[in-house]
């Protein structure tokens, strides 16, 4: 364990607790001729009712639309660097908060950090990175919010709330532009249409022409280029004196070349790299007149990590992308009775490169005469005897190797809220409220050899037009149930009690196909033996289990005209949630809290491979806080948490080999442990600067889970590695994760920003802010090891803010990672055959630096 930060923290803790020194000394401000700056107040909705930030006894950050502007906070990217404990993988579109999260996107699987939009349950993280143009605050939840928010809140909760429409006439435009052929517009119109009804309509258009990484076989460049339009409107509707409503409908689709990782390691030269189907890509350059898009022999991003080699470019697409927004409120006497309900539907379908070279084609050469090699086609054995000595009865295989991967979401859910809350300022504040979810989704997993025009027509099996050689299907429905309750009592004005439960039902059901072809890797159907006679080979009934398992609701059976396999998923999950605690404000200045919370997550499946084991089991945190938010004076607020998590059942996917096929697994890890602290601190000591600190330590560590094998270090060969017990019958190495620390959890993370204003006269203010953020190297994977490790990095940022007087117009311009640093969130290693032993590692990339300006009309 890495105590020192611990103790450091806790200290501070300690300090800022009996401060009462520092308090005084800090009401007095540095006289530098500017009256002090007094706090922004920040109203929050994280406990299911308007209080304001400090007020509130959870761990909670919150970014107001003026914030982010000044920040030039863009997205969940930016929000998690000045966000203790908030972590984001752009690479793969996961959240984490405090080292939990979402451990994989397969179908089945679930977040670990809930999303709401307006406090209805989002599947998505797409509005969180919503422009402040349209949001007007997001709060960050840390910890479990079961009892309130339910849903996959077992790491925390994430809320976006919407800028709504206006009771007077407005209308707003925002032009932006910016390097890599950045153009963005944005244009909102509000205001009321009758008595007591207010509309708005608001849209936005963004394209950025390239990439920021550069492709070396000449396509188009990768990385944050797109173009996507949205489309929002809304209803804010007094329909009574006491009944509210408010809609939202909105719709948005885009074309993205969103590469996020780059592999950055030597290309695997064996003929058959580990877990390949399909004759490896890198193995041509090893073979005379290959045929390849580009004149690099060896993997460019060795010297430059922003640079890749291939001949497919990515493309994704989202589009059918449509959601409605509800909530009503209805105001009587002493409680308020709000629905809250959501619906979204979207396409996602993405193509891109899977084998990282521009490879188009080589021919693969034939084996010496053997007669002892067993093969078993014609030419047999002595397939080069029989050319030497007979002429062509066989040739070498010419090999087209590009693989590509596609993969395709097809997700629609409704969401469904009823609550009651008392409304009066009695000593007593209760919540009730009944909850509903259910989501359709279908996912299509395709791992293709289309160019190899075997791949079409495997032997003595049904065709393959679309040339897969793994196809992976689900279509899974959930349907989700809780009910739940909270309630705060005040004992005195000084000391209040909490106490709430929630019981929530999970239920699961559907199907998943799988069909697995392999060329030339087949005993007896080999390239080098059979040459243009290697078959293509299905592999499916071998690649499959056919055994009952936890999960399974019906038997396998293979589609004889499409060749997939074929069985059902079903089971259900329920358990009580809950949280407990006692806050103490001795003044209006002080808030101290403990706050005791079970968090829990359902189980659900791995679909899509027809695995061994496709189930797992739900999870389960017991989560203890001890917080504490105070100001000093009238120009510093400082808030600090430190919790303690015990941790069952952490659902944790492995890849594992199942009859000879590279399959990923899901397992329940036993126990585990985590605990941090977290510092934020708000300091203006005059009127015209500020500073917004923010630090977070996390450390965690398995405690009891063994044994696995690490699918980029098979053999237990690296530094670090800690094998147990003997090899199963495939060579593979066992090894034990006790002592690991939980992937995304950083050890360290830091925050600073400073902004001063100076005042223009007549004309308005000119805001100058720096941004600088330093993230600790954390591990992507529970294998501790370097090829896993993301390293540390850091970013400055620099914004011009410019506002006029009458707050009529703003001009902003930005540069954002002045200094060009290479910014990394996720790192995963993968075991190479040739040179035998090596990992290489793939990098998932932040952006290069990048700059622009931004014009905002109001009228």
Known sequence: MKQAPMVAAVSAIALMTGGHVFAQEMDEPVDTGDEVRELDQVTVTAVKREQDLNDVPVSVTAFTSDLREELALDDLSDLSRFTPSLAFSAGDDRVFIRGVGRQTNTNGSDPGVATYSDGIYDASTAAISKSDFFVERVEVLRGPQGTLYGRNSIGGAINVISKRPTDEFAAEARVTIGNYSLAE??????????????????????????????????????????????????????????FSLWLKADTTGGNYRNRTTIYGGPYDRAPFPNGYLTPGPAFGFLTPGFNSKSSETTNPAIDDIRTFDVNTPTSTKIKDNYGLSTVATWSLDNIDIKYLGGYRTYYYDSYRDDDDTSMISYTYPLDPANAAAGEVLTGGPNCQWLLENVGQVCAPATIYPSRTFGYIE?????????????????????????????????????????????????????????????????????????????????????????????????????????????????????????????????????SISFQPAAGVDSAVSIDPNTGLAHRRLKNSWNALSGAAGIQWQPDMNSNYFFRYARGYKSGGFNAGGISQFPQTNEELIDSYELGLKKTLGNNLQVNATAYYYSYDGLQVPLDVQENGLRLTRFFNLEESTAQGIELEANWSPTDRLRFLFSYAYNDSEIQDACCFVDIADPYATQPGATPVGQPDPSGNQFQSLDGEMLPRTIPNKFGLNASYTVPLADSGDLTLTANYSWQDATYHSVFNRSYNETPSYEQVDLIALFRSVDDAYSIIGYVKNVFDEQGFDGSKGTFLYQPFGTVGQTYYMTAPRTFGVQIQMRF
């Not at 920021?212 to 489309?231: D, M, Q, T, W």
């Not at 009944?434 to 989501?439: D, F, I, K, R």
């Open 185 to 242: 517009v944005n244009a909102s119109v509000s205001g009321p249409v009758a008595k007591g009804v207010n509309l708005k309509l608001a849209g936005s258009y963004f394209n950025q022409a390239d990439g920021y990484f550069k492709n070396a076989a000449g396509g188009p460049s990768e990385a944050g280029a797109e173009e996507v339009g949205y489309l929002e409107f809304q209803m804010d509707a007094d329909v009574t004196e006491n």
């Open 410 to 542: 097809d997700k629609e859910y409704w969401s469904h809220e009823i609550n009651i809350q008392s409304s009066d300022d009695a000593d007593l504040w209760w919540i009730v409220g009944a909850y509903a979810y259910e989501e359709d989704f279908s996912q299509q997993s395709h791992f293709g050899n289309a160019a190899q025009p075997q791949m079409k027509t495997p032997l003595a099996a049904p065709e393959n037009p679309s040339g897969d050689f793994i196809t992976a299907l689900s279509d899974i429905k959930t349907k989700s149930y809780a009910l739940f309750g909270q309630a705060d009592y005040a004992l005195t004005n000084e000391l209040t009690v909490t106490g709430g439960l929630r019981y929530s039902m999970d239920e699961k059901e559907g199907s998943e196909s799988v069909r697995v072809l392999g060329y030339g890797i087949a005993p007896g159907f080999t390239l080098g033996g059979s040459g243009i006679f290697a078959p293509v080979l299905d592999l499916t009934a071998s």
